[in-house]
């Protein structure tokens, strides 16, 4: 995720040695999984350093960690060292992404065997849509296009139903197929779903006929986020609970698609500008001159108990934090130059 916002943040930059720290992320994942392979498949060193890169049948460690990656090939046609091992790791990641990973059964969503068989996990959204809409992109066949934005688009829509809580409208962390317990309201479970949305809204034809479905979906859950934004510009780390603690990430990713909103006409400027911009201001203090960001809730597992949430450490640096600032800021640039 830092990667893929390194590389945006070289374009409106100017600034190449971010898209530098990019590169050298993806070449070293790319010529290290060799060595890599001979640590788990030779010397058995089945917990060493990378080893879930290999093969592990989860979006956290194949469609993901692709999008740096596919972002580049992308956006640069030309040669660059390791094209070739770009285009075969991408390629494969597609066939992982249409043949190999577990989908929900009916609705064919993204679903996962943790904690229990078929849990739908809203991060899901963010790990595996963004590649999907990406791998459209990329393709030159205009049926090949078609089928990836066709599976991004079913995947907001079958997610929605599955995961998205209709009485507060904001989703749930996950959700057990094996029963109806819910799942509390967690922030960056949150703005992994409506990051996902703005992903298929910024390149699903507006003539397509799912179009205004989607951009119900982003409206709804926009206002329903605006409404629980604190006094001090934060959201709290489980939207709806008072105890609960203010944090950095779910912040970012909301003002990232807040500001993306009102970039593109989706949401009315006037009434989300100014708690776009209250939630910068409130950012702007937990960032300091050196580039530390603090207060980032670490990864979670899911839980129907609040508690669990409320009582997660906080670290500096952690990276969804990280990123998720850096397309806050992106996406507050876009917007700024936009208004000039």
């Known amino acids: 995720g830092v990667a893929w916002a390194m590389e945006q943040l070289s374009e409106i930059s100017g600034n190449t040695y971010y898209e530098k720290y990019a590169d050298d992320f993806c070449n070293f994942h790319l010529l290290g999984k060799p060595f ?70 009916g609705s064919k969503i993204f679903t996962r065997n943790t904690p229990v068989k078929y849990t739908t996990w809203v991060d899901d959204m963010f790990m595996g849509i963004p590649f999907l809409v990406q791998a459209s992109l990329l393709q030159k066949s205009p049926i090949a296009k078609k089928q990836f934005m066709d599976d991004a688009v079913n995947q907001i829509i079958g997610f929605n139903k599955e995961v998205f809580d209709t009485t507060a409208n904001l989703y749930v962390h996950a959700k ?40 119900a979906y982003y409206k709804k859950h926009i206002a329903a ?35 993306r909103g009102i970039r593109n006409g989706w949401i009315d400027e006037k009434a989300y500008l100014p708690i776009v911009m209250k939630g910068w201001e409130a950012l702007k203090k937990e960032i300091e001159r050196d580039g530390t960001v603090h207060n980032i809730c670490m990864g979670t597992m899911c839980s129907s108990d609040v508690n669990y949430y409320n009582t997660r450490p906080f670290y500096d640096n952690d990276t969804h934090g990280l990123f998720a600032v850096l397309f806050a800021c992106i996406e507050l640039d876009k917007l700024m130059k936009n208004k000039q």
């Open 225 to 259: 986020l605006a409404s629980l934004q604190d006094e001090s510009g934060f959201w709290l780390n489980v939207l709806d609970f008072k105890n609960s603690p203010k944090e950095v990430s779910g912040t970012a990713i909301f003002v990232m698609a807040m500001a």
């Open 36 to 105: 890599v392979a001979y640590q788990v498949n030779t010397l058995n060193a089945f917990n060493s350093a990378n080893s879930l890169f290999l093969n592990t049948p989860l979006l956290d460690f194949t469609l993901a960690p692709s999008l740096p990656l596919i972002y580049k090939l992308i956006k640069d046609t030309a040669a660059f060292q390791n094209k070739t091992s770009y285009e075969t790791f991408i390629q494969n990641m597609m066939v992982y992404a249409k043949e190999k990973q577990l989908r929900l059964p």
């Open 176 to 215: 057990y197929s094996s029963s109806n317990e819910k799942l509390p309201h967690w922030s960056r479970a949150n703005g992994w779903g409506v990051w996902s949305t703005t992903e298929v809204l910024m390149n699903l034809s507006k003539k397509d006929a799912r179009y205004p479905i989607i951009l």
